[in-house]
């Protein structure tokens, strides 16, 4: 079983317009439901690709319990705490003439300081058997910045991987408890280490850093660009195969869950970012974040190309 869990999760609309219009009337060709948000996008992968998920965090309200039915249909075991607030919102618009996917998020709202305790107790009825456990996003208002760090302790003391997809306080809180694997994106990097990283010797100076504050491993995604990789020897630059992207959204939630399933397998990490990078890539080929098919992973991945470095 792996373990996912995001305290800000959220319904998911994707709108799709022949030609979008500012300030105008603007009528969409094709709009869908989901649910998302980055823990859900990586449990809704996992699935797909053949492992034992369990999805966990805060949910409230009728878009909460539209998210519970949603992942149960889809085979995806959850267990939620029930909050008072409801569940935010997030709308991707595609615009097909201009080519462009634009991201209007809602921001979660507080929780109490009691639902924060039923969601420990979630995870510590969880951990035993748990190969992996996945930290995906911000913590919600109301949370303590700690909290992915003492995940990462109940993690580790129960034989799991522990794998974080966070990036400023929450990050640098946690890595004196040795992640085994942190996954911040080039501005989310940037922001964590508190400067400008113009290239990729900056970014790799930057990865270092966070090896040497206590990160087993780090991966830095770039969206369409190489990501990068370091175990604390070596590192690796990963080259995606080129695409015209249906959705981007997601994409960096779908290489975590690809990064995982191959870890928990016994990948090394330049073989796991392959698969990573194949099942990101994959995941822009669909509208909805998080639902990705199978056969496009194999087939991609036979494209990517991975360079030590």
């Known amino acids: 079983m792996i373990l996912c869990l995001g ?73 939620f705490v029930t909050v008072a607030t409801r569940t935010r919102e997030c709308v991707t618009v595609i615009d097909e003439a201009a080519g462009t996917h634009t991201e209007l998020v809602e921001e979660s709202r507080p929780v109490k300081a009691a639902d924060f305790e039923q969601l420990r107790a979630i995870i510590r009825r969880r951990l035993p058997g748990c ?48 992640p085994g694997l942190v996954k911040p994106n080039r501005s989310e990097l940037a922001s964590t280490v508190g400067r400008k990283l113009p290239d990729d010797t900056a970014v790799r100076q930057a990865m270092r850093e966070l090896g040497e504050r206590g990160a087993q491993r780090i991966i830095v995604t770039a969206g369409k660009d190489p990501a990068l990789a370091f175990d604390g020897r070596s590192f690796w630059r990963i080259v995606a195969p080129r695409i015209k992207a249906v959705n981007p959204i997601g994409s960096g939630d779908a290489f975590t869950a690809g990064l995982v399933w191959r870890l928990v397998r016994g990948d090394d990490l330049g073989e796991a970012c392959r698969w990573a990078s194949a099942v990101g890539t994959a995941n822009a080929l669909t509208l909805m974040a998080g639902e990705i098919h199978r056969a496009e992973v194999d087939r991609l991945a036979r494209e990517v190309v991975v360079q030590r470095i």
Request: glycine content about 10%; overall charge neutral; hydrophobic content about 45%.
């Open 7 to 79: 305290t800000t999760p959220a319904a998911q609309r994707v709108m799709i317009f022949r030609s979008l219009v500012l300030d105008a009337v603007n009528r969409a060709l094709t709009t869908l439901d989901g649910a998302a948000g980055k823990s859900i996008n990586v449990a809704k992968v996992l699935q797909v690709l053949g492992e034992h998920p369990v999805a966990t965090g805060f949910l409230g309200g009728d878009r909460g319990e539209f998210i519970r039915t949603l992942l149960a249909a889809q085979g995806v075991e959850s267990e």
């Open 131 to 178: 190969r992996a456990v996945v930290m995906s996003g911000t913590i919600a208002t109301g949370g303590p910045v700690e909290f992915y760090a003492d995940c990462t302790r109940l993690a580790h003391d129960h034989g799991a991987m522990s794998v974080l997809d966070a990036q400023g306080p929450p990050l640098i809180a946690a890595l004196p408890k040795k």
